[in-house]
């Protein structure tokens, strides 16, 4: 794991839409990545820009020609990201902003979800990891909605999938992965 320094921006207050914040990111919108002079913003960019500028001080996350990679990649940005993310919010970050659930929106992206991990249990029962038997960005970036489901009552769309539930009690119990989520507030 790399050293790094917390940030904790107060979305209850806006501290994300204040010009300070707007400078780095323009859509006011979490998480942003400072590394020397670079800004990133986009935990997908970030997340595949530290694990090519830093390959060599951890596992090699991007391995080059991996095919399976590159669909898992995107699986996860264009099937389980969408399916996942109004889950999580309506879940997770509209109570603790004040809002109210919207019971239909859970259900319906329950629902999507749940047609999404199915595809993945048939993956996860033929590989260990979802690009092959290496842990590989396409787990990681996973990592943190699948971490926000686990503390609602839907972590069931996990724990109902035998190999999604093995795969996310190896991933999450990484070192890394454990000192990052020690580290999140909430």
């Known amino acids: 794991g790399l050293d790094y320094e917390l940030a ?5 207050t806006g501290a994300h839409k204040q010009p300070d914040f707007l400078a780095l990111n323009p859509f006011g919108q979490i998480p942003v990545l400072q590394d020397g002079d670079v800004v990133l913003f986009e935990s997908r960019a970030i997340n595949r820009y530290l694990a090519t500028k830093y390959k060599e001080s951890g596992e090699e996350l991007l391995p080059a020609g991996s ?3 590159e669909v898992w990649l995107e699986v996860e940005a264009q ?6 993310s109004e889950l999580v919010f309506q879940l997770f970050i509209k109570p603790l902003l004040g809002g109210a659930t919207d019971a239909a929106a859970v259900e319906a992206q329950a629902a999507k979800l749940g047609k999404v991990l199915d595809v993945y ?5 033929k590989n260990k990891y979802l690009a092959g ?7 990681l970036n996973h990592m943190p909605y699948i971490n926000y489901l686990m503390k609602t009552p839907k972590a069931e769309l996990i724990a109902a999938r035998p190999h999604v539930e093995a795969w996310w009690d190896a991933v999450s ?4 992965w454990k000192k990052t989520a020690a580290s999140i507030p909430i």
Not at 8 to 12: C, P, Y
Not at 121 to 125: G, M, Q, Y
Request: aromatic letters at 6%.
């Open 133 to 139: 038997d290496e842990f590989t960005l396409a787990d």
């Open 121 to 125: 249990e048939e993956r996860l029962a």
């Open 79 to 84: 099937q389980f990201g969408p399916a996942i």
């Open 173 to 176: 119990a990484r070192p890394a």
């Open 67 to 69: 095919a399976a990679l």
């Open 8 to 12: 904790l921006v107060d979305l209850r």
